[in-house]
């Protein structure tokens, strides 16, 4: 870590925190040349690989504009999208991979999606799932008819490889 001020490489840490949702730690450090104070936030990072290969950073904007698709029309809000998104990535998160399948980004958002609005979650499911025909649906509709909100464990759905 470079002093922002003086450039020298060594700093001590001087006070550590945890933001609130637990997403990154921030630290104050001084600079063991000038004595001036910094602050740092460390994160993880998430990264998600696409079909082509390329691996980008994991970006909640996307998980909002992806969702977002299948719920026009619908009663859900900007904010239900939010938190939404944040939903998926702490649970993409919480399996501990710091690369993950942009598909397996996709199976993440039908739990949630399905807590917060059926129909999108069948118009999201269509795609993320495969379904291939009519059968599919009628299956698909069925399940939410008998367990409207159940929803499989995530780490028992993802990452199973």
């Known amino acids: 870590m470079h002093c922002p001020f003086c450039r020298h490489e060594e700093s001590r840490v001087v006070d550590s925190r945890s933001l609130d949702d637990g997403s990154a730690i921030r630290r104050r450090r001084q600079c063991q ?3 001036k104070r910094f602050t740092t936030l460390e ?14 950073p994991f970006d909640r904007n996307k998980v ?8 026009q029309g619908r009663p859900v809000s900007k904010d239900d999208l939010a938190v939404l998104a944040q939903e998926v990535e702490e649970a993409i998160r919480s399996t501990g991979n710091s690369e993950v ?3 397996e980004v996709g199976l993440a958002i039908l739990g949630p999606l399905r807590r917060l609005d059926q129909v999108a979650y069948l118009r999201f499911a269509s795609v993320y799932q495969d379904f291939d025909s009519l059968d599919d ?3 698909a509709i069925s399940e939410l008819r008998e367990h409207p909100f159940a929803v499989e ?9």
């Open 43 to 56: 994160t993880t990072s998430l990264m998600v690989v696409k079909r082509s290969g390329v691996a980008e």
């Open 101 to 103: 399948d942009a598909h």
């Open 153 to 161: 464990p995530l780490q028992a759905k993802l990452f199973t490889r």
């Open 137 to 139: 649906f009628e299956k």
């Open 64 to 71: 909002i504009n992806g969702v977002s698709k299948a719920c």
């Open 33 to 35: 040349a000038c004595g």
